[in-house]
């Protein structure tokens, strides 16, 4: 007897199997449709971005030729951390116009060897894939150059000539930023940093100075020397033609920590969902740490989701019990006065004791952090720093082969800092913590320095006696 003898029950199984398929057909776009929501909500941002269509025209889905047009509502309390960071533009889809568009949005990656290792979480920001200039300091190049030419001192196609002084980074970010934007970059370095920097600032087509080290009182010193260049242009541009010198300030630059404000901070929240419990940065210029400390004391981090796991008052000073804060760590290297700045307020290092004073106070294998005097963007978020974490040459080096053999990472110098604070840090939080840092550059820039010294130190050698311990490696104590 078939169903067709039976209408009743026919419809009836009808039903069940239409109703079986439209669970099944439900269930299977069930994963897909966040990915097709967030493709849908970057493209509408992009078009935002991009027309000088009105805001609210884009806040409508597509009509279709039954309904007229139905708004978009958010009906939920918060947004999420990853909506937050799309509406601040901070992830574009698909093409980008631009060189300086390839800046930001940088991946955080778990370092899985020092993570187990500690027993605790520990992620690398990777900036040395922003991509312009390979470092954090593309953010900084780019906001710098964004405010000049906001306040007229920078006119694209007038041949003005950005001047910067600088230990290669973000001399690097500003030679490839200029090119794009159709400036000139003339650039003032130390002789006693890496050859490979100063030879791809020429391939950049920037002009390249390298001055002997000078303190910075001196007129000398390669910060006051790009200064005064700038201001030479600029005299001279006076009866020659209409271009400009623009001197792009980077150690006193609000720019330079509002860059890392305003776009480092609010991917690390969103990136970790909001859950981290220690943030770990060298110092130069001091913005890195600054801007990201502040925003991430800030209201707006707590509103993008931001929420500590710990605040038992075990790191840092001006910590009390039940603080529900992530803790802001300075990594620092040999000579740099900052560790004692941020531990006892007092700007000083040993190698400026009397009798013991080297060519340069700040006598380390390691670039791109450690100084010895206060800059603004250090000030503006030093007050926010709880403790700080002297890191040694040997350590850095150490760290820096490690993390070639069992990550696959080469960095260098100023991450090799990092991930070593980083570790010690994450030795003084409870287990499952999570610690974030930054990996600044790559180690292709530190060739004839840094990885010159690890092969040296013998820590290439595969049948080097090499401890298969990190804490044992790096002279730290054991956990128990």
Known sequence: MSLSDHPRAYGTFAIAVAFTAGVIVTLGFKDLYPDLESRYQ?????????????ASAFDRRRSSIFWRPVALEDHEEEESPTRSVLEQGLLSPGTVSGIAECIGGTPLIEIHSLSLATRRTILGKA??????????????????????????????????TIYEGTVGSTGISLAALAR????????????????????LLHHLGATVERVPVAPIASPEHFVNLAKRRAREHTASA??????????????????????????????????????????????????????????????????????????????????????????VVLADPPGSGLYNRVRHGVMYSATEKEGTRRRQQVDSIVEGVGINRVTNNFEAGRDLIDDAVRVTDAQACRMARWLVERDGLFLGSSSAVNCVAAVVTAMQLPEGSRVVTILCDSGARH?????KRIGEMGLEEEDGAKPDDLFTLLGLEKPK
């Not at 922003?130 to 001192?153: F, H, T, Y």
């Not at 794009?180 to 030879?199: L, N």
């Not at 060739?447 to 990885?451: D, E, F, G, I, P």
């Open 447 to 451: 060739l004839s320095k840094l990885w």
């Open 238 to 327: 006076k009866t020659e033609d209409d271009s400009r010198g623009f001197f792009a300030d980077q150690f006193e630059n609000a720019a330079n920590y509002e860059a890392h404000e305003t776009t480092t901070g609010p991917e690390i929240v969103a990136q970790t969902g909001g859950r981290i419990d220690a943030f770990v940065a060298g110092a130069g210029t001091g913005g890195t740490i600054a801007g990201v400390a502040r925003y991430l004391r800030s209201s707006d981090a707590r509103k993008a989701g931001l929420k500590p796991g710990v605040g038992d008052g075990s790191l840092g000073k001006g910590r009390g019990k039940g603080e529900n804060k992530v803790r």
């Open 42 to 54: 970057q493209k509408r941002l992009w078009a935002r971005k991009h027309s000088r269509t009105p």
């Open 127 to 160: 900036e040395f894939l922003n991509g312009a200039g390979n470092s954090p300091k593309d953010r900084v190049a780019l906001r710098m150059i964004e405010v000049a030419e906001s306040q007229g001192l920078l006119v694209p196609g007038r041949g003005d």
């Open 180 to 199: 794009a934007k159709g400036y000139r970059a003339h650039i003032c370095m130390p002789d006693d940093q890496s050859k490979e920097k100063s030879d």
